[in-house]
């Protein structure tokens, strides 16, 4: 795998996503995050479809559940946008690729598992349709994690 597909920043990794998807053709749509990273910069999940909207099969191809770990999801994206040969074999297959780049911006910048809530978003499976569960532990410390005091005690 081509080294130069991976990234030493949320935002050197943001930019060689957008500009490989550009550079194959396809329309990339950022959804905004509300908080900047840890460099000043905009932050965003990113997404690209490859492929027909109307494909019989649909792959999706994530970057950064766990924000760390956005940075080899990210490269292997990247890569995979710049693989004429993967690219010819998806056209010929009719399957269509969604691309997602950096699930969790904040903790790709920040270089954190989880996002600035402190949610791990592979972890955090509840049927929000009902009520949520009980969690008295918690809620004595949820402010503590809010205001920093966590850290300072």
């Given amino acids: 795998m ?32 509300p908080m900047l990273g840890r460099d000043g910069e905009a932050l965003a999940m990113d997404v690209a479809l490859e492929g027909r909207r109307d494909a019989h099969s649909l792959l999706l191809v994530s970057s950064g559940c766990h924000g760390v770990e956005g940075f080899c999801g990210s490269g292997v994206q990247v890569a995979l946008l710049r693989d004429a040969a993967w690219r010819a074999l998806l056209h010929e297959s009719g399957v269509a690729v969604l691309y997602l ?9 920040w270089w954190r598992r989880v996002t600035h809530e402190g949610v791990d978003l592979n972890r955090n499976f509840h049927d929000f349709s009902q009520p949520l569960p009980a969690n008295p532990a918690y809620d004595e410390i949820a402010a503590l994690h809010a205001t920093g005091a966590a850290l300072r005690a």
């Fill in 2 to 33: 081509d080294p130069s597909a991976f990234a030493q920043t949320y935002a050197e990794a943001r930019g060689k996503f957008i500009a490989a998807a550009e550079a194959a053709g396809l329309d990339v749509f950022g959804h905004a995050h």
């Fill in 101 to 109: 780049h950096a699930l969790n911006p904040y903790g790709f910048s």
